[in-house]
């Protein structure tokens, strides 16, 4: 879809060192049959696991960035920001991948690094924005979970777009009843369900099942 993403990634993942890429294709051998296209590999020319690349990285090439304030403190942490490019099934591809931002976060504390982030932004996007929008997932889940909590997307399937349309219209349809129920008047000072002319517009049984209990039309003069 062409669209900008930082996306967090396993370290498993493999890609290739800045500045490496898969060798082309061989060239055909003789005239006949059909010429190669596919990237190619082999023992001594192979990608590494984007935890095998943090690991190699100099001390230089790691950053203190912080992020936002927290609770207690401002957040803050190492990283590294790498330009390499995907090695995901590209030996099944003509082209090599582009180039993206690898980004590694690496505590002081601790061992090892921890989070890894490929990420689609230009070429010249700052270190600081990368990590502002790798930790921006943490807001969205907040936000999201508020929603499954107040709003009840988690039991209405909320992940998904048929699921959140119908949640949506249920949630319209409630909330237009309960106005009508408690302001049942409208600017023409009579309840849109009890004047003459939406009633003769409706069938008699849907008339009937919309029409609140206890509900009496009452006609008030209108303000100026």
Do not use: N
Not at 19 to 35: D, F, L, N, V
Not at 89 to 117: M, V
Not at 166 to 172: E, F, M
Request: proline content about 9%; glycine content about 6%.
């Amino acid at each position: 879809m062409e669209l900008a993403y930082v996306m967090g990634v396993q370290s498993s993942v493999t890609v290739w060192k800045p500045g490496e890429q898969p060798k082309p294709a061989p060239a055909r051998r003789g005239s006949t049959g059909r010429p190669r296209k596919l990237l190619q590999r082999d023992a001594k020319h192979q990608p590494v696991s984007v935890k095998e690349l943090a690991v190699s990285l100099p001390a230089d090439a790691w950053k203190k960035v912080t992020w936002r304030q927290g609770v207690k403190q401002k957040l803050r942490s190492r990283f590294a920001a790498l330009r390499v490019r995907p090695a995901h099934r590209d030996y099944w591809r003509a082209e090599p991948h582009p180039e993206e931002w690898l980004l590694i976060e690496w505590p002081a504390d601790e061992k090892e690094p921890t989070k890894y982030w490929l990420s689609t932004l230009p070429a010249d996007t700052a270190l600081v924005e990368l990590v502002h929008l790798a930790k921006h997932r943490w807001i969205i889940e907040r936000d999201y979970q508020e929603l499954k909590q107040e709003l009840g997307l988690g039991h209405y399937e909320g992940r998904g777009w048929r699921g959140f349309h119908h949640h949506a219209t249920l949630c319209i349809a409630a909330y237009g009843f309960l106005v009508e129920s408690f302001f049942p008047l409208s600017t023409h000072g009579q309840s849109w369900i009890t004047s003459p002319r939406t009633a003769t517009a409706l069938p008699a049984p849907r008339f009937a099942a919309f029409a609140p209990s206890g509900i009496v039309p009452v006609r008030l003069p209108l303000s100026e």
